[in-house]
T-cell receptor, first 116, second 114 residues
Framework: EAGVTQSPTHLIKTRGQQATLRCSPI?????VYWYQQALGLGLQFLLW???????NRGNFPPRFSGRQFPNYSSELNVNALELEDSALYLC???????????????FGSGTRLTVV | KQEVTQIPAALSVPEGENLVLNCSFT??????LQWFRQDPGKGLTSLLL?????REQTSGRLNASLDKSSGRSTLYIAASQPGDSATYLC?????????????FGGGTRVLVKP
């Protein structure tokens, strides 16, 4: 079974540009989550998508946005990049919130975004 | 607001010694608790998942306990090996009404010396 896949692995952008990060969940998982892990900081929750809808959002400015496609893959967009956006961005997937079964998260290997 | 704390922040032990990693959380309205391992610059690898109704889970040398009423979980790693060196993260999944997000502790960085 293929795991959660993220692309690209590394991304270098200039301040002010836009970055697009992609995530493909495990087959059968309908929920996708995005997390930011900046150097020296913990994992911060960004976004949760389920069944194509944004269900919850962390404490991040509106220039962090995303979407989920009909095949449940997801895209994270970061507009007007700032130097402090440099971080490892992790995507995770899980079964939809059905209240039963294994509710564990499976994480991808991440996208390392560097803003210069 | 759910807060997750991990103690100690760092741990160094000689090979063969047992590891005890602690995790505490403030809100007991959780769906489950998950322990992860993270190697430097890499993604997260799930180690153990404990549902809110369970008391413990075991996998090989790993055993994790959950005491929801006191807001605590402990990860035990028996007979540590140098390959166990990594950062260990505990995370609680809130119930849907609380937003369904996974809240992480700050992690415990483990070094197992040969």
């Amino acid at each position: 079974e293929a795991g959660v896949t993220q692309s690209p692995t590394h991304l270098i952008k200039t301040r002010g540009q836009q970055a697009t990060l992609r995530c493909s969940p495990i087959s059968g998982h309908t929920s996708v989550y995005w997390y930011q892990q900046a150097l020296g900081l913990g994992l911060q929750f960004l976004l949760w998508y389920d069944e194509g809808e944004e269900r919850n959002r962390g404490n991040f400015p509106p220039r962090f946005s995303g979407r989920q496609f009909p095949n449940y893959s997801s895209e994270l967009n970061v507009n007007a990049l700032e130097l402090e956006d440099s971080a490892l961005y992790l995507c995770a997937s899980s079964l939809g919130f059905v209240g039963a079964g294994n509710g564990g998260y499976t994480f991808g290997s991440g996208t390392r975004l560097t803003v210069v | 607001k759910q807060e997750v704390t991990q103690i100690p922040a760092a741990l160094s032990v000689p090979e063969g010694e047992n590891l005890v990693l602690n995790c505490s959380f403030t809100d007991s309205a959780i769906y489950n608790l998950q322990w992860f391992r993270q190697d430097p610059g890499k993604g997260l690898t799930s180690l153990l998942l404990i549902q809110s109704s369970q008391r413990e889970q075991t996998s090989g040398r790993l055993n994790a306990s959950l005491d929801k009423s006191s807001g605590r979980s402990t990860l035990y790693i028996a007979a540590s090996q140098p390959g166990d060196s990594a950062t260990y993260l505990c995370a609680v999944r809130l119930i849907k009404a609380a937003g369904n997000k996974l809240t992480f502790g700050g992690g415990t960085r483990v070094l197992v010396k040969p």
